[in-house]
T-cell receptor, first 109, second 114 residues
Framework: QKEVEQNSGPLSVPEGAIASLNCTYS??????FFWYRQYSGKSPELIMF????GDKEDGRFTAQLNKASQYVSLLIRDSQPSDSATYLC?????????FGAGTRLTVKP | DAGVIQSPRHEVTEMGQEVTLRCKPI?????LFWYRQTMMRGLELLIY????????DSGMPEDRFSAKMPNASFSTLKIQPSEPRDSAVYFC????????????FGPGTRLTVL
């Protein structure tokens, strides 16, 4: 059974801090990795994707991938209250896409 | 573009009834995906279509679930008969290329089966 694991949280950080969200996956053949943000009662929204080992930065967001250790993380710099949401990690292997259960992030003003 | 459109937004029905969820993908998107989200199981891919043809339905939970895409602008997900454990939010998403990096989700249908 292919697994995608996330700490469900809640993760609470003060405004302006760095929020670090982690995701591990069981299938070594996984090829692409995605982070979605989902506000309460809304649909998931793609915020980052990464295919290669290393870091990928987009504004305040950085995705980090380590295939050898089978983890992918999302860093949110200068966290804002508007970042408060559930963050879903998704892993794709041969068109088989699996989601983690999500980590609930709260950014406190 | 209006984005992915789903209807109804909320559905409450009784166990044993037939439920039909509807989706209109973004125009020009050749891929359409149906997902289910619950607290217990998270977000799960049920089935996806390419050019109106079902490609992978391995996520469909059982024979009570069926999905169709009669044309490029319309898809349905049907549950017959419905059961309380089918209560979930059902999302439809569409994509131009099939990749998750180009996938746009609809607002979802919240289904409650009593």
């Amino acid at each position: 059974q292919k697994e995608v694991e996330q700490n469900s949280g809640p993760l609470s950080v003060p405004e302006g801090a760095i929020a670090s969200l982690n995701c591990t996956y069981s299938d070594r053949g996984s090829q692409s990795f995605f982070w979605y943000r989902q506000y309460s009662g809304k649909s998931p929204e793609l915020i980052m994707f990464i295919y290669s080992n290393g870091d990928k930065e987009d504004g305040r967001f950085t995705a980090q991938l380590n295939k050898a250790s089978q983890y992918v993380s999302l860093l949110i710099r200068d966290s804002q209250p508007s970042d408060s949401a559930t963050y879903l990690c998704a892993v794709v292997d041969n068109n088989d896409m699996r989601f983690g259960a999500g980590t609930r992030l709260t950014v406190k003003p | 573009d209006a984005g992915v459109i789903q209807s109804p937004r909320h559905e409450v029905t009784e166990m044993g009834q037939e439920v039909t969820l509807r989706c209109k993908p973004i125009s020009g998107h050749d891929y359409l995906f149906w997902y289910r989200q619950t607290m217990m199981r998270g977000l799960e891919l049920l089935i996806y279509f390419n050019n109106n043809v079902p490609i992978d339905d391995s996520g469909m939970p059982e024979d009570r679930f069926s999905a169709k895409m009669p044309n490029a602008s319309f898809s349905t997900l049907k549950i017959q008969p419905s059961e309380p454990r089918d209560s979930a939010v059902y999302f439809c998403a569409s994509s131009e290329s099939g990749g998750a990096d180009t996938q746009y989700f609809g607002p979802g249908t919240r289904l409650t089966v009593l």
